[in-house]
């Protein structure tokens, strides 16, 4: 752990948890240094609100979940408890898939969750599979995560052993069986649907929806509902402290706290529990309990709102409150929680160029304009920065973004453009929004930062005006 | 497509301004291309499931919620869907799909051999955007790969539209070609040390959408606008799959698959695909032979002879003897027509009834026309059942396998398999029961509730089949040989007590050579005579235009050579047949020969039954001739002439005119157009079927409604297996020794060779391991060979492949026993 360099100021890579002010409804425990282990949970309320759920049925359990609003944490931020009422009438099995991919670009958050406090989620996916009548649950767990495959493993045989999961749990008629699996190492499993291909055994490439909602049609051809990590963690806490406790924190819309990633020229980057809704990007970068400002205390020039594939913010949406309407309306998402902050020393083109890469990278290779458009762009954009760009590739990039995400990109306003915000999401010629993704960052850099690049593109090396050439002795 | 929407559940969509009916839960490419409106595709394909993966069909959809583009391959029809395929968003997303497909290929096509049938190159023609805007550096890959023994991969040229993988991996079940790494570098390819071993994998080469996969046998041979093709029917085996065979100054190139809906599907077995290399090989018979007068005991030398002489060579033959000293066997090779006329010169001119197209290896006509008839679609019908009585399709009638196979994993059949071994299927049956060689009846018995001598963990099965034959209509089964090492009789047996328990079952009869059902429909059976009738029913028809007609039932095949074995048959005419190889009991076919005075062969290549023939007619190939094919259905579909037969080889129905005029002058018919009418004239089950017409058939032929006969086997007795001894099961498998493989280089190598196993207990308690070598003892004749130890095989017995390499088998199968039991010892 590297708390203790944290307050030194700057620190080039986003280090962990930062324990700040504020109320703390799923990392509570992470303070302790044995925050993982059975006993450490039991000994601070663990398994709590699975024993309240036991004692209602399963009904009034979902009724709680949906009224307190709990929203998604894994980048869509559709509502769980709706989400919960999708499968079709009458089609069992089903499951629950849990969402511990997590790789989206400065995201870890979860990662977090599953190492410090691997009992919160278990408690939360079996009070999920109470509410929905299910004995099967998948935790699936991004392939690099060692330590948290390692945690959740100690954590599920610790609980298996205390008759917190299995057969009959807590002498009630309620079983549930968890599996954990972990992929071997791509972004785009993150995605649902993906996700469910990697869960059964084949290549993680995402399936079309429609028809292939999970909810309907998911693992196994089963209805399945998949739910974030974050997301399930809130669950002990609710079930615990009812709904209207819950809702208590936050805002209207956008109830209790998020985990918010913050990485890049902040002076404290980190993940922080904050306030949902209530708090604004401009307190979470500058305030004295979050990030203290940017580095140097140089100018902020732009920052990535919620993972690489929100288009950028900049100077004027600083004010917006953490909440995904607001941010929606104004052209970006707070997606998945992870921000990127840059000052005024970056370089447009090579950040543009390196969420690109990223995406070209991390692409499945299933759909055309998505495998071949995201190399391309990254080529430009590398041969615009090598020095050799041409003109035209600025409309080019543009057209071939318009060719995976065909009509106007979401984009920030550009008030000095007299532009307005497109709402997000944006359209897509692919199956899955990864490779639309890939077009944020250029649409955002371009449009903010054109001169950047004109000048890249006019840019000419002086021509030597007397070669050197090396006498030949004979 | 036959299938019109009916008007109550048709769905109304607009296309383009346009108002069209779709059929319910019809995609919408499929609904648009049927009502004139092409959308451009590459990874759509009607016989697999979809994928939208290449993103090329993007059409703009409105189903109520405003439009947006949506991949049509996806999309069922709804109604009131409003569909605009010529937007500007449309258009716009299309011609940049196609750029991205373009960006990285390699744009070869002068190298291509796809270069002129290349969807990519004629859909950028006419959806493209004309010109590329990409100045990066390509993508290159190795150029080609070989994924196979026949198939090249060329990764650069590939667009990853999963057709190929998806049709190894749904179609075939072979998935042994998959992608590998991801985004820009994402790429088709084999496992590592893993070849794309399937017997389909040509298939994908056909599919392709661009030169990406192709295959050796056409490589660089031609360019597809010098080619020209005729659409014809695979003689290979007895499904008749439908085929485009494709020729370039008279030599077949390719024949690839034609998609016929009540057939193949399009698809063909690497084997039928690739055979016509050996119909253009070199080795090829161009012209007659007969065997020089020498003097008696030297060896017989064949030397070129002319048509003439051959013909009168033949008549002395046969005039030299009697009747019912001449025995003809073979001829399922042919086509209807042939069948026909050799059937007249047999039984109505030279008046013998000695007449088998079978060697042994297929079932007895009388209970084939005894039983009710099916199709492959009826014993397809989704959610029926299908009750396997013997073979493996897999192994012998590829195609027919990947349509049950679809009707198992697609239609909700399901499969109950009552075989002595594994085979291609079981892994999909609902039960798979492996019957001990011999018990057939016994489990037919079992089945209808009869007291049976099966064992209990047999029986236990059995009756949870019963539940599901109860609970179903319509149930069919599929009768073929469990092993050639037994009679026959044992699953005809079988199938006529299944018959009596389930009236309303339909049968499809798994006799595997070519135009079987043909030969036996005309007449190449011992008792038959053309339209399928018995000797007596016919010979009224027939006296008008055959000068005689046999009253005695004649000999099958086995019984011919165990007559020439007693001195009994003089003359014997092999209609590219060729026993030596073929069949079960080697040993006898040589005693035979050995006694017979004259054998005629009419063949193709010099196999080793015509190196011993004393006249040798030199015949035409399917490429080579006009006619027509009667498959396993009954359905007579067109055989097209593409190219000239080598030499002065002769299309059998000629050389058969040509002899019924030496043999009775001015005796008819006298060209292929009356030979065509008599056959509609004197054979019944052919009556309303105009030959002359064969060409304008349509691809799906015509079903002929044969009729059933009523017939009584006599049961017969089935030794006891003796403590200690082993039953011999032998079963054909996709390639063996066959002449034509091996006269083809693309599928020479592919035979799996000689592997004999035997279940480990067994070997474990014989103290022998799979080194061993062991002496396997039958009652005529022994082998020493090693085991394979296999676990799926039944205990007791001993599993063998058909005519591989290694030991010969047929030492050990006694064709006059019902079974054969062997003796293992240890050497
Ligand atoms: C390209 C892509 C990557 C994603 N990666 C993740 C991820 O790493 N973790 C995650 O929870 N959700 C990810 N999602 C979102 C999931 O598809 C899904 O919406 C989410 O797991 C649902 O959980 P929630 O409703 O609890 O948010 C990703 C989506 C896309 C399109
Ligand atoms: S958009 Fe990209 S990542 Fe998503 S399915 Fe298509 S190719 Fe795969
Ligand atoms: S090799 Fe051909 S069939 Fe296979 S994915 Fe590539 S383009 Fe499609
Ligand atoms: S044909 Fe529809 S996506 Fe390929």
């Keep these: ?474 | 497509m036959t299938d019109i929407t009916s008007a109550e559940t048709a769905v109304s969509i607009t296309v383009d301004g346009k108002k069209v009916t779709a059929k319910p839960g019809e995609l919408l490419i499929d609904a648009c291309e049927r009502n004139g409106t092409y959308i451009p595709r590459f990874c759509h394909h009607s016989r697999m499931q979809p994928v939208g993966m290449c993103r090329m069909c993007l059409v703009e959809i409105d189903t109520g919620r405003g439009p947006a583009l949506q991949p049509s391959c996806m999309i069922e029809c709804s109604n009131e869907m409003v569909v605009d395929t010529q937007s500007k968003k449309t258009i716009k997303a299309q011609e940049g799909v196609l750029e991205f497909l373009l960006i990285n290929h390699p744009l070869d096509c002068p190298i291509c051999d796809k270069g002129g049938e290349c969807p990519l190159q004629d859909q950028t023609m006419a959806f493209g955007p004309g010109e590329s805007r990409f100045i990066e550096e390509k993508r290159t890959y190795r150029k080609p790969i070989p994924v196979n023994e026949n198939v090249f991969l060329d990764r650069e040229r590939c667009v990853l539209c999963d057709r190929c993988t998806r049709f190894a991996d749904q179609v075939a079940g072979d998935s042994l070609i998959h992608f590998i790494d991801r985004g820009n570098k994402t790429q088709v390819n084999t496992y590592p040390d893993q070849p794309f071993s399937s017997y389909f994998s040509g298939n994908t080469v056909q599919i392709c959408p661009v030169g990406a996969l192709t295959a050796a046998p056409f490589r660089f041979k031609a360019r597809p606008w010098d080619l020209t093709e005729v659409e014809s029917t695979s003689t290979f085996d007895s499904v008749g799959n439908r085929i485009s065979v494709q020729e370039s100054r008279d030599r077949v190139l390719r024949f690839t698959g034609v998609d016929s809906d009540s057939v193949n599907w399009g698809w063909l077995t690497d084997k039928e695909r690739f055979i016509f290399e050996a119909y253009s090989n070199e080795n090829r018979l161009s012209g007659p032979l007969t065997t020089n007068e020498v003097a008696e005991g030297s060896q017989k030398h064949a030397v070129a002879t002319s048509w003439s002489e051959a013909y009168e060579k033949f008549v002395k033959a046969i005039n030299e003897t009697t009747p019912e000293r001449i025995a003809v066997i073979g001829g399922s090779r042919l086509t209807n027509e042939a069948q026909y006329i050799w059937s007249k010169i047999a039984k109505g001119i030279i008046g013998t009834d000695n007449v088998d197209a079978q060697l042994d290896d297929g079932f007895s006509p009388e209970v084939l026309l005894s039983l009710n008839p099916s199709t492959i679609d009826k014993t397809c019908k989704p959610g029926g059942v299908i009750i396997l009585l013997g073979a493996d399709p897999k192994e012998e009638l590829g195609a027919l396998y990947l349509r049950l196979r679809h009707a198992i994993l697609q239609d909700q059949c399901k499969l109950i398999e009552l075989t002595p071994t594994k085979t291609g299927l079981s892994q999909l049956a609902t039960h798979s029961i492996r019957v001990p060689p011999g018990k057939t009846l016994e489990a037919v018995k079992a089945l209808s509730g009869e007291p049976s001598e099966l064992e209990d963990d047999i029986l236990k099965e059995l009756t949870k089949v019963q539940k599901i034959i109860k609970n179903n209509d319509s149930i069919s089964v599929l009768l073929g040989r469990t092993s050639l090492a037994e009679t026959s009789s044992i699953v005809e047996e079988g199938a006529i007590k299944l018959q009596e328990y389930l009236p309303k079952a339909s049968f499809l009869p798994l006799l595997r050579r070519g135009n079987i059902n043909g030969a036996i429909d005309m007449g190449l059976s011992p008792g038959l005579l053309p339209g399928r009738c018995d000797l007596e029913e016919g010979s009224d028809k027939l006296q008008n235009y055959w000068p005689t007609c046999p009253t005695h039932k004649g000999f099958k095949t086995k019984e011919m050579f165990e007559a020439a074995t007693d001195g009994q048959i003089d003359v014997l005419i092999l209609l590219a047949a060729d026993p030596i190889m073929d069949f079960p009991d080697s040993q006898l076919v040589q005693e035979a020969l050995d006694r017979i005075e004259t054998v005629i062969a009419v063949d193709i290549f010099a196999t080793d039954s015509v190196l011993q023939a004393d006249i040798v007619l030199a015949a035409a190939t399917a490429t080579e001739i006009e006619g027509s094919f009667t498959n396993l259905e009954g359905r007579i579909s067109p055989i097209r002439k593409s190219v000239t037969p080598p030499g002065t080889a002769r299309p059998d129905w000629m050389i058969a005119l040509d002899l019924v005029q030496y043999l009775v002058p001015n005796l008819g018919p006298s060209t292929f157009k009356e030979l065509c009418e008599e056959i509609s004239l004197v054979s019944g089950i052919h009556k309303d079927f105009d030959f002359s017409k064969v060409e304008q058939i349509d691809k799906e032929g015509v079903v002929l409604n044969r009729g059933k006969n009523k017939t009584q086997t006599s049961l017969i007795k089935i030794p006891k297996q003796k403590a200690n001894s082993f039953r011999l099961v032998v079963t054909r498998s996709m390639y063996d020794k066959g002449v034509l493989s091996a006269h083809s280089s693309a599928l020479k190598g592919l035979a799996p060779g000689s592997r004999i196993k035997a279940n480990p207990k067994d070997m474990e308690k014989l103290g022998i391991t799979s080194d061993s070598t062991v002496r396997l003892i039958g009652l005529k004749g022994e082998i020493q060979t090693r085991l394979t130890p296999d676990p799926e095989t039944t205990r007791g017995t001993i599993h063998a492949l058909w005519n591989q390499d290694g030991p010969d088998i047929r030492k050990l199968i006694d064709s006059s026993l019902p079974v054969n039991d062997l003796k293992i010892e240890k050497i």
């Design chain 1, 1 to 474: 752990m590297v708390e203790s360099s944290l307050q030194t100021g700057y620190v080039k890579h986003a280090p962990g948890f930062v324990e700040n002010e504020g109320p703390k409804l799923i990392t509570s425990r992470f303070k302790h240094a044995d925050s993982f282990t059975l006993d450490k949970y039991l000994s601070t309320g663990g398994y709590e609100g699975l024993k309240s759920s036991l004692n209602r049925s399963p009904g009034q359990v979902h009724d709680e979940v949906r009224e307190a609003s709990l929203l998604g944490r894994g980048g869509a931020g559709f509502p769980a408890g709706i989400k919960w009422g999708f499968p079709p009438e009458g089609v069992w099995p089903r499951y629950l898939v849990v969402n511990g991919d997590e790789s989206e670009i400065g995201t870890y958050k979860d990662r977090l969750l599953m190492e410090r406090d691997p009992h919160q989620l278990i408690e939360g996916v079996l009070i999920a599979c109470y509410a929905l009548g299910l004995s099967q649950a998948f935790l699936y767990v991004r392939g690099e995560m060692a330590l948290a495959q390692e945690r959740i493993a100690l954590a599920l045989d610790e609980a298996y052993e205390a008759g917190y999961i299995g057969k009959n749990i807590l002498d009630t008629k309620f079983s549930v069986d968890v599996v954990m699996h972990w992929g071997a190492g791509a972004y785009i499993v993150g995605e649902e649907t993906a996700l469910i291909e990697s869960l059964e055994g084949k290549r993680g490439m995402p399936r079309l929806k429609p028809p292939y909602f999970p909810a309907a049609i998911g693992l196994y051809g089963k209805p399945t509902i998949v739910n974030n990590v974050e997301t399930l963690s809130n669950l002990p806490w609710i079930l615990n402290n009812g709904a209207s406790a819950y809702k208590g924190f936050g805002s209207e819309s956008s109830p209790g706290t998020r985990m918010f990633a913050i990485s890049g020229h902040v002076k404290r980057p980190g993940v922080y529990e904050v306030e949902h809704g209530v708090t604004t990007f401009r307190e979470l970068f500058y305030g004295d309990n979050f990030c203290r400002g940017i580095r140097d205390d140089n100018e902020l020039k732009m920052f990535i709102p919620g993972g690489g594939s929100a288009p950028w913010f900049f100077q004027e949406q600083l004010d917006l409150p953490l909440e995904a309407s607001a941010v929606g309306a104004a052209g970006s998402m707070l997606g998945s929680g992870a921000m990127v902050v840059m000052d005024e020393t970056t370089d447009a083109v090579k950040a543009c160029l390196s969420v690109v890469r990223f995406f070209a990278r991390e692409s499945c290779g299933k759909c055309s304009p998505c495998r071949e458009g995201t190399t391309w762009e990254e080529k430009i954009l590398q041969r615009i920065l090598d020095g050799d760009g041409r003109p035209s590739d600025i409309d080019l990039l543009l057209d071939i973004g318009d060719n995976i995400s065909p009509g106007p990109y979401p984009a920030a306003a550009f008030s000095d453009e007299g532009l307005d915000a497109v709402p997000f999401p944006p359209s897509q010629t692919t199956i899955c929004p990864l490779g639309p993704s890939s077009v944020a960052p250029i649409v955002s850099a371009i449009r903010r930062f054109r001169n950047e690049f004109d000048s890249l593109i006019t840019r000419r090396d002086p021509i030597p005006l007397s070669l050197e050439v090396e006498k030949v002795v004979t």
